[in-house]
């Protein structure tokens, strides 16, 4: 027995070496990400119902709730984000949004905004698009805001991206991205590790993955590549989110270092 360890030991240590300093240098290529250092105060207000069918302290548990995990996507940058304060919105007439940033929503938040605050509104549904919420404005701006129907970490780390400047995976304002990453600056998202996303705003997401979160989009790019989008990234519409990527972290942290708003 113990000249069979003899052997085995050095065996083995040859045999690990070799990863270790595969691992080592894969983590050197790749410089540190942006460390904010910074917690943003959120002013949550919850809108009633008409029928004050909300329960306003269970909300604002759940809320605070959801934010524990809303931290832990944005901890990669060392950004935190702190629910400072809560206030009731009394006007049931906001509680069903009818569209994103309208003049119902213009006339929310001119009641009730608070400077140097992220600006969130928890309301009840949307009338025309079953959508979880928006994002008006951003961190470098001081009169936006962010509506959220229900408070689901989910779709707050999804809005808090678009306050922070990133676009859906999906994004075609800019032009097609390929699947080759050729154009990936330009076009979709303009962030390049996120691979071309083909989604269509409006589809259900259950024509394009499988309840197992798989893609099963079968169309091709211009150059015939079949596509193969992060379904995960919290930035697309496929339900499977688990993260942001690290083109994506640098750009958040981007929009807020190059931000007049640092003195926040
Ligand atoms: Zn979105």
Request: some cysteine; overall charge neutral.
């Amino acid at each position: 027995m113990k000249t069979n360890f003899n052997i085995l030991g050095p065996l083995l240590l040859l045999l690990v070496l070799p990863f270790m300093g595969f691992s080592q240098q894969l983590h050197t290529k790749e410089a540190p990400l942006p460390c904010l250092n910074k917690t943003f105060s959120i002013y949550a207000y919850i809108v009633i119902d008409s029928l004050h069918k909300v329960d306003v302290e269970k909300r604002k548990r759940a809320i605070v709730r959801a934010f524990e995990t809303v931290n832990t996507y944005f901890a990669p940058i060392c950004v935190r984000f702190e629910v400072c304060e809560f206030d009731t919105v009394p006007n049931y007439q906001y509680f069903h949004m009818y569209k994103v940033a309208d003049s119902l929503w213009d006339e929310l938040t001119v009641k009730y905004h608070h400077n140097r605050r992220i600006n969130m509104y928890f309301t009840g549904s949307f009338r025309k698009d079953p959508i979880g919420g928006f994002s008006a404005g951003g961190i470098a701006v001081d009169d936006g805001g962010i509506c959220i129907v229900g408070p689901s970490a989910g779709t707050i780390t999804h809005e808090l991206g678009h306050y922070f400047g990133l676009k859906h995976t999906f994004d075609k304002s800019k032009g097609l991205e390929l699947v080759d990453g050729s154009n990936c600056k330009t076009t979709g998202d303009e962030i390049c590790d996120t691979p071309a996303d083909p989604y269509y705003g409006s589809d259900p997401p259950i024509q394009w993955v499988d309840d197992k979160c798989r893609f099963i989009y079968q169309e091709r790019d211009a150059n015939g590549d079949y596509y193969r989008p992060d379904v995960g990234n919290i930035m697309s519409y496929y339900g499977c989110a688990c993260g942001f990527t690290r083109g994506q972290y640098i750009k958040m942290a981007n929009s807020w270092l190059n931000s007049s708003r640092t003195k926040w």
